[in-house]
């Protein structure tokens, strides 16, 4: 029983991760890039549903308002794309970020 549930989490964390690297990484390959993004939103928002509104807001509608980086990486890189996942993909696209890279994790 325990080794069956073992394998089915291990295929559900795996099938998360695949969907989180062809969803986000394909993009931003750079995993020092987007800890470094975690690290502006924390710093801003503090709180584990404050960082996750404002992510998910940010990648329904950029701007270079609501944008976290500073103007100079914006202008060299721009604003963005708007986001084409759906809503329910991309909030578990910003869970599996935010548990992958914010700070607290880090931690403890």
């Known amino acids: 029983m325990v080794r069956s549930t073992f ?5 559900v964390v795996s099938l998360g991760a695949s969907s989180f690297e062809k969803n986000c990484l394909e ?4 995993e020092f890039q987007l800890a470094m993004f975690m690290k502006k ?28 980086l500073p103007f100079g990486y914006l202008n060299r ?4 794309e708007k986001s084409s996942l759906d809503d329910a993909e991309l909030k578990k696209m910003i869970n599996i970020y935010y548990d992958k890279y914010n700070i607290k994790s880090k931690i403890y």
């Open 77 to 80: 890189f721009g604003i963005k």
């Open 27 to 30: 993009c931003h390959q750079n």
């Open 7 to 11: 394998i089915i989490l291990f295929f």
């Open 41 to 68: 939103y924390a710093l801003k928002y503090s709180s584990e549903r404050s960082i996750k509104e404002a992510l998910y807001s940010y990648l329904k509608k950029p701007t270079y308002n609501a944008s976290i």
